[in-house]
T-cell receptor, first 116, second 115 residues
């Protein structure tokens, strides 16, 4: 099955600086890669996602890049703000040819702390 | 976005009792829903796939007789934790999506504490 690794586990940045979180996946059949932000005790919220036919996607201060050959994808947050502090999870979902279709395999999470 | 509602938000139960958690898609029909468990400071782990009108499929290591899943309609899936023990204390979250390869919408989660 799919295995997703995420690094770093914690990330401290100064307000205004950039934050980068990296994930690798094992199943080359995976083709959907969402990123979630989760605040303590709350549900995960989708912040951006990318599909395997796209190499990069950007939404204001957030961008995701995908390298299918190397099987890794990254989240980039620019101009970080204190409200960006949360736990971020990457995930991967298999395509319709696999038993993982529809199932999200999550990375271990990254605790991001943005200090003013 | 679509709304998935989970109930209750938190529950405390005694060891040996059973607890039912409901997951509803409020504004769309979900033939498939997913149940996850999250321990403190850990990631979400998929427990099972809930299929409307058929049996749930469980991930390896998840006891199907302990975590009973029923998907009675296109908008409701329930997870029953049977004979709960303190080690079952966790955050349980469901999700659903319009179709695969698209955004998954999560319920607000249920904090289960077994005492």
């Amino acid at each position: 099955g799919e295995n997703v690794e995420q690094h770093p586990s914690t990330l401290s940045v100064q307000e205004g600086d950039s934050a980068v979180i990296k994930c690798t996946y094992s199943d080359s059949a995976s083709n959907y890669f969402p990123w979630y932000k989760q605040e303590l005790g709350k549900r995960p919220q989708l912040i951006i996602d990318i599909r395997s036919n796209v190499g990069e996607k950007k939404d204001q201060r957030i961008a995701v890049t995908l390298n299918k050959t190397a099987k890794h994808f990254s989240l980039h947050i620019t101009e970080t703000q204190p409200e960006d502090s949360a736990v971020y999870f990457c995930a991967a979902e298999g395509n319709f040819t696999t038993d993982s279709w529809g199932k999200l395999q999550f990375g271990a999470g990254t605790q991001v702390v943005v200090t003013p | 976005g679509a709304v998935v509602s989970q109930h209750p938000s938190w529950v405390i139960c005694k060891s040996g009792t059973s607890v039912k958690i409901e997951c509803r898609s409020l504004d769309f029909q979900a033939t498939t829903m997913f149940w996850y468990r999250q321990f403190p400071k850990q990631s979400l782990m998929l427990m099972a796939t809930s299929n409307e009108g058929s049996k749930a499929t469980y991930e390896q290591g998840v006891e199907k007789d302990k975590f009973l899943i029923n998907h009675a309609s296109l908008t409701l899936s329930t997870l029953t934790v049977t004979s709960a023990h303190p080690e079952d204390s966790s955050f349980y979250i469901c999700s659903a999506s319009f179709k695969f390869d698209t955004e998954a919408f999560f319920g607000q989660g249920t904090r289960l504490t077994v005492v």
